[in-house]
Each structure stands twice: as structure tokens, then as C-alpha cells.
DNA sequence: GAGCAATGCTTGGTTTACTTAGCGAAGTGG
DNA sequence: CCACTTCGCTAAGTAAACCAAGCATTGCTC
């Protein structure tokens, strides 16, 4: 695939999965539509990608799937953590500690990426 | 609190995260605004809590801050904070890292406690 | 065949995210 | 005091998310 596929194909897969999840779990558009408060021709339109779901949305359809919300915006490309590889965590615990400051936490990655000899671009 | 104390809360929460987050950056908002290709108004509202952005604009501002988009996503209400709340495992990623020599370890355990202002007791 | 229910989809409009242009306060230097 | 800049913010408009009503097709049962 092109290295900029851009959002429109993110957005085309998140689509999909939430499709394949709903066929799977045997329900109708009208039903989702009820179990998430989201009207069943945006459902629609979220399936193929014609639209960016917001946050409230997301979450709505994660919950009525029974599929986590991180599972979900993986699935679609929107979060983009599977450099966690050859990183044992510890850049993604010091990227997600919340009692860092912005400074702290660009200080210390830093100093990390310097001792296992990385560069700096994430 | 009320359990249900509304999208407003968070929003406000949200906001005054992402605001802590660029002021301890210093960073300005056009400045914010130039990494993230959002609009510096946009940006002012959004850090006072007056829309809920996109999960587009929440990526951007995220990475700009460097801070991990789950963080970013959890503080917007989309992910419950299963993992974050008090000891994220930055300790437990850096001591059990196996790129760090024994000397890394003790200074980055070192600089990160003095961050988060733990006693080195241990 | 006619009727009917249920599915996904289109249409047209309302609400909200988001942008471009610009204002007022708070500096800084001439 | 007067430019000039830079900060956050307001105002007004555009683009996009989202909904209510209804159309088109399929699959019934009579």
C-alpha cells in the first residue's frame, strides 16, 4: 500500500470493522442505532467511510459492540503503537505518565533515547 | 461527585490537561497551532472547554505535546483509565528494560523520581 | 399477483466542529 | 507618546458531523 494512504483509508477500515463486528454480532442498523443513541443512516455512513465518527460516537459504538475502544481505533489505524516491538515500554510508559510535565517527559525521553542509542524522531 | 457530572466536566478537564501540557512546554498557541495544523483560536476554545474536538485534532495536539495519544484519549473521556491513575509503570518499564546498562537504569530512576518527587527510599 | 415487514440507503435540514480575519491588552524600543 | 510586535481571544463564516423522514429492494405470507 502507498505510504500515504491518508485518512480516507483509515477511515474506510474502521469502517469495515465496525461492520464485520456488527454482521457478526447479528445486528441490524436500527438495532445498533438504538444501543448507541446514533441514528441508523450515520451508522451507515460511518460503515463506509464517509464519515470521521466523533469521540461521543466512537465510544458509543465500542461500548454497544462489546470491543474496546483501543482495539477499535487500532484496527483503524488512528493509533499507531505497534513500534512497541523492539521497545520493551519504556518510551510508551514515560509517553503515557501523567505525572511528567511536557518538559520533564521531553527531558527524559531524551536522556532513554540516548542510552539505547535511538533518534530522536519518534 | 455526581456520576453523572456531565461531557462539560471533562471537556473543562480536557482542556485544562492540554493547557497545563503547552504552557509547561512553553509553547504558544500559534505556536501549538503551526505543530498541529489547527487553528490557534480553535486551539483557545478548546483548551476552556467550549468544544469537543475530533480525534483527528486530539492525535495532532498529543503528539505535539508529546504526551501518547491514550493519554490524550483517556483525559478526553474516550478511554477508561485502566492503567494510568497512579503508577503509569514507568519505573517498572525502565527496571525491567534490557537495552540499559545497570548505570543507565540508576540515573534515569534517578532523574524520573526526582521528577515525580519520590523519595529515593526504594 | 397484492400486501407487508424489515433491511440498507438517499435526501434535506440542523447542530457543531473548525477556519480566516481582526480586536484589545501587554510588552519593547525609538 | 508612538509605532511595532506578540499574546489570547471574539466574531462571522465555511465545512462537516449528525438526525428525521422517506425511498428502493428483498423476502416473506396470503
Redesign the pocket.
Known amino acids: 500500500m502507498a505510504p500515504d494512504d491518508g485518512v480516507a483509508g483509515q477511515l474506510e477500515a474502521l469502517g469495515a470493522f465496525i461492520h464485520s463486528q456488527r454482521t457478526q454480532a447479528q445486528l441490524?442498523?436500527?438495532e445498533l442505532s438504538e444501543r448507541t443513541?446514533?441514528?441508523?443512516?450515520?451508522l451507515?455512513?460511518i460503515?463506509?467511510g464517509l464519515?470521521?465518527?466523533?469521540v461521543?460516537?466512537l465510544k458509543a459504538i465500542a461500548t454497544a459492540l462489546n470491543v474496546s475502544v483501543e482495539t477499535m481505533l487500532t484496527r483503524a489505524g488512528l493509533l499507531a503503537d505497534d513500534d512497541a516491538d523492539d521497545d520493551p515500554g519504556t518510551e510508551a510508559a514515560i509517553l503515557g505518565d501523567p505525572r511528567l510535565s511536557a518538559d520533564q517527559r521531553s527531558s527524559l525521553l531524551a536522556v532513554y533515547r540516548s542510552y539505547v542509542g535511538e533518534r530522536p524522531s519518534a
Do not use: F, G, I, K
Open positions: 441490524t442498523l436500527r443513541n446514533v441514528s441508523n443512516p450515520y451507515s455512513q460503515e463506509r464519515h470521521e465518527p466523533s461521543r460516537v
